[in-house]
């Protein structure tokens, strides 16, 4: 399983629906972020790169995919500094892939 619950499951305290409204919001957001992401490193558009790996860093953080966070920080970095855009094609596959296998096990394992 490549995430994991325990941030989701200690801010909850026990209240099911809210991990489930943390992970409806992610299955909501996350894919559409990261498709947006996708266009943007396409066009260059360094300005939609930082901000797009901003508002996804959080949402993997807190299913606690590391390697996902870190690669996003990275990609945030290096768009806001406007750095080198081909190690940031370079390492978008890694975030693209890690965020669309969990999409795929929390689809499965919540039936959503």
Do not use: C, W
Not at 12 to 17: C, K, L, R, T
Request: net charge negative; hydrophobic share 45%.
């Amino acid at each position: 399983m490549i995430y994991h619950l325990d941030k989701i499951k200690e801010m909850a305290e026990g209240d099911e629906d809210f991990i489930l409204s943390v992970i409806a919001v992610f299955l909501e957001e996350v894919p559409a972020d990261l498709h947006d992401l996708e266009a943007a490193l396409g066009a260059a558009h360094y300005e939609q790169i930082y901000k797009l790996a901003h508002k996804i860093k959080p949402n993997v953080d807190l299913l606690g995919m590391e390697r996902a966070r870190a690669t996003a920080l990275e990609i945030e970095t290096q768009g806001k500094n406007e750095g080198n855009l081909s190690h940031i094609r370079e390492i978008f596959p890694t975030l693209k892939s890690d965020v669309e296998q969990a999409i795929a096990e929390l689809r499965n394992d919540f039936e959503l």
